[in-house]
């Protein structure tokens, strides 16, 4: 079975410029979950969707981000415009919600996105 | 969702030896999970313990679960180079989805 599937792997871009990081989940699961890794403030939950609708967005640290999921396949994570502090590796994570919550999480090999 | 702290944050062992990292949390869980990172990968759930089991297995892994003390532990037994990486916990209450990471243990197996 393929995992969940992050593009770009890498991504190096001038400040100002607009972001846009990609994640395809695992087919067949109901959840989808952003989280931002750095050396300073470790793993961070961005937002997560159950069923493509936002439930929890209070992670999110600026309006600069936003994030969608329009249908159970895809979802996106921009960033306009982006700044050198947004430099980081964004992880996509998914999981199924049945039978009972706290499920494992499957995570992506993740984006380290630069900015210059 | 409730955050894990993982103790030590750093620990060196020789390859054949045992590793064991701790985990403690602070209100009432219904699981508890422990994941690993490699250098440049995402997490890898490792094992789920659910709050009325006190331990379980799998392959060389050993987790305990203490909830009168809010406490877990990982067991790696007879680490391998390949064992080298961080080790995640994280607590979960019922009925949550969302998980919070804490900044890990890190291990290194020398050859």
């Known amino acids: 079975d393929a995992g969940v599937i992050q593009s770009p792997r890498h991504e190096v871009t001038e400040m100002g410029q607009e972001v846009t990081l990609r994640c395809k989940p695992i087919?067949?699961?109901?959840?989808l979950f952003w989280y931002r890794q750095t050396m300073m403030r470790g793993l961070e939950l961005l937002i997560y969707f159950n069923n493509n609708v936002p439930i929890d967005d209070s992670g999110m640290p600026e309006d600069r981000f936003s994030a969608k999921m329009p249908n159970a396949s895809f979802s996106t994570l921009k960033i306009q415009p982006s700044e050198p502090r947004d430099s980081a590796v964004y992880f996509c994570?998914?999981?199924?919600?049945?039978?009972?919550?706290?499920?494992?999480?499957?995570f992506g090999d993740g984006t380290r996105l630069s900015i210059l | 969702s409730q955050q894990g702290e993982e103790d030590p944050q750093a620990l060196s062992i020789q390859e054949g030896e045992n590793a064991t990292m701790n985990c403690s949390y602070k209100t009432s869980i219904n699981n508890l999970q422990w994941y690993r990172q490699n250098s440049g990968r995402g997490l890898v759930h490792l094992i789920l313990?659910?709050?009325?089991?006190r331990e379980k297995h799998s392959g060389r892994l050993r987790v305990t679960l203490d909830t009168s003390k809010k406490s877990s532990s990982l067991l790696i037994t007879a680490s391998r180079a390949a064992d080298t990486a961080s080790y995640f916990c994280?607590?979960?209450?019922?009925?949550?989805?969302?998980?919070?990471f804490g900044k890990g243990t890190k291990l290194s197996v020398i050859p």
């Open positions: 087919s067949g699961h109901d959840y």
């Open positions: 994280a607590p979960s209450g019922a009925g949550s989805y969302q998980l919070t």
């Open positions: 313990i659910r709050s009325n089991e």
């Open positions: 994570a998914s999981s199924l919600g049945r039978p009972r919550g706290n499920q494992p999480q499957h």
